[in-house]
T-cell receptor
Framework: KQEVTQIPAALSVPEGENLVLNCSFT??????LQWFRQDPGKGLTSLLL?????REQTSGRLNASLDKSSGRSTLYIAASQPGDSATYLC??????????????FGTGTLLAVQP | DVKVTQSSRYLVKRTGEKVFLECVQD?????MFWYRQDPGLGLRLIYF???????EKGDIPEGYSVSREKKERFSLILESASTNQTSMYLC?????????FGEGSRLTVL
């Protein structure tokens, strides 16, 4: 059974620092991996999606990498800002095929960027 | 702007009540999902649907049912609410690989 783990559970950094969030998964037979952002009391916003054949994806100050063989993904945030404060979740889609899009989520990392 | 709308953001219900959580998407997506989110447990899939009138059980379907009579609407039903169903409920939809989430419905069962 696939398990997705995110460490640390919480992280506090000063503004301007570069940081890395970690995600690990136990079954490497994944179709893709997504990183989401969740603000308090709100839904999830998709940040980046990496297909299993890709090594990384970039969007602005965000860079996500994927190492399927070791079961790891990282989300790199450059020059962090207070507006980046949120919970960041990763989710993997199993390589079952078919029309479904079942994601398995980690429990998230709560990021606080101090001004 | 594409949207998934959950009509009730906050609900308070009593044990034993029947509860309906409604979700509507305006993107003509085939797939729709209901998750619940609890501290320390993350998001867990309750039910999903890949077509009108089709439904599949997720990881924690017990105590829940769903209805998908129209493509744009996916309803989650708690037949007899219990206190352990107090949670944040998140609806999502997708056409292919990207999920779009609603804002969530926070349900408290007293």
């Amino acid at each position: 059974k696939q398990e997705v783990t995110q460490i640390p559970a919480a992280l506090s950094v000063p503004e301007g620092e570069n940081l890395v969030l970690n995600c690990s998964f136990t079954d490497s037979a994944i179709y893709n991996l997504q990183w989401f952002r969740q603000d308090p009391g709100k839904g999830l916003t998709s940040l980046l999606l990496i297909q299993s054949s890709q090594r990384e994806q970039t969007s602005g100050r965000l860079n996500a990498s994927l190492d399927k063989s070791s079961g790891r993904s990282t989300l790199y945030i450059a020059a962090s800002q207070p507006g980046d404060s949120a919970t960041y979740l990763c989710a993997v889609r199993q390589n079952y095929g078919g029309a479904t899009n079942k994601l398995i989520f980690g429990t998230g990392t709560l990021l606080a960027v101090q001004p | 702007d594409v949207k998934v709308t959950q009509s009730s953001r906050y609900l308070v219900k009593r044990t034993g009540e029947k509860v309906f959580l409604e979700c509507v998407q305006d993107m003509d997506h085939e797939n729709m999902f209901w998750y619940r989110q609890d501290p320390g447990l993350g998001l867990r899939l309750i039910y999903f649907s890949y077509d009108v009138k089709m439904k599949e059980k997720g990881d924690i379907p017990e105590g829940y049912s769903v209805s998908r009579e129209k493509k744009e609407r996916f309803s989650l039903i708690l037949e007899s609410a219990s206190t352990n169903q107090t949670s944040m409920y998140l609806c999502a939809s997708s056409m292919s690989v990207l999920l779009v989430f609603g804002e969530g419905s926070r349900l408290t069962v007293l």
